[in-house]
């Protein structure tokens, strides 16, 4: 499959917010993320960033920078901004809000919206130790390969659940952020098959 750039990317994610955005309504707890894109050594990467154990929620997994929205935050892009600064060290400025992907509510009670942006450098990036242990550039060539996109299921004490799970060397990318991910793959390239996948955990 035929691999791309920024500036497709940018093409792609312009257009698809403006046609085809699935907002949903619910009275889950809202939050936002960033899926920032950059560029190095000539390949396409996404950020992605491992939770610290110590967090009260979702310790651990692997996420997009983001979280819940605040009252002093005057909306949803300016959480993920926000978000984003507090926990990797990104200024606003060093970002490109390109568009959104779909909405996407979780089994565990949030209504997650993501905005995609260009990072236009790493000089800022500065992890936050009491938010985040790890820092992942996951290749967009991953996304790229149906192989690597598994739609799988688990039990779990309350039941059974089927989710997404990416895996990247010893990265488990599942639920949530692996939803997200099918999500930006489908529309970057065109993989309808996988659309009627994308509901919640």
């Given at each position: 499959m035929k691999l791309i750039g920024l500036g497709l990317i940018e093409k792609i994610i312009s257009r698809t917010s403006k046609s085809s955005l699935r907002k949903l309504n619910s009275t889950?707890?809202?939050?936002?993320?960033?899926?920032?894109?950059?560029?190095?050594?000539?390949?396409?990467?996404?950020?992605?960033?491992?939770?610290?154990?110590?967090?009260?929620?979702?310790?651990?997994?692997?996420?997009?920078?983001?979280?819940?929205?605040?009252?002093?935050?005057?909306?949803?892009?300016?959480?993920?901004?926000r978000e984003t600064f507090e926990e990797v060290g990104i200024l606003e400025n060093d970002i490109k809000v390109i568009g959104r992907l779909d909405d996407y509510i979780t089994g565990t009670g949030f209504h997650i919206k993501t905005f995609v942006g260009i990072l236009k450098s790493l000089e800022n990036l500065s992890i936050n130790k009491s938010e985040v242990s790890e820092v992942i550039f996951l290749p967009i060539d991953i996304l790229a390969d149906n192989s690597n996109l598994i739609w799988t299921s688990k039990t779990f004490e309350d039941g059974l659940y089927k989710f997404w799970k990416i895996n990247y060397l010893e990265h488990n990318i599942w639920g949530a952020t692996a939803a997200i991910l099918v999500c930006l793959a489908s529309r970057i390239w065109n993989k309808r098959n996988m659309t009627l996948s994308l509901e919640s955990e």
């Open positions: 889950a707890k809202k939050s936002a993320v960033m899926c920032l894109f950059f560029e190095k050594n000539n390949k396409t990467f996404v950020l992605l960033t491992k939770r610290s154990e110590n967090l009260a929620h979702h310790a651990g997994e692997i996420s997009f920078p983001g979280g819940s929205i605040e009252k002093e935050d005057k909306d949803s892009l300016n959480t993920a901004l």
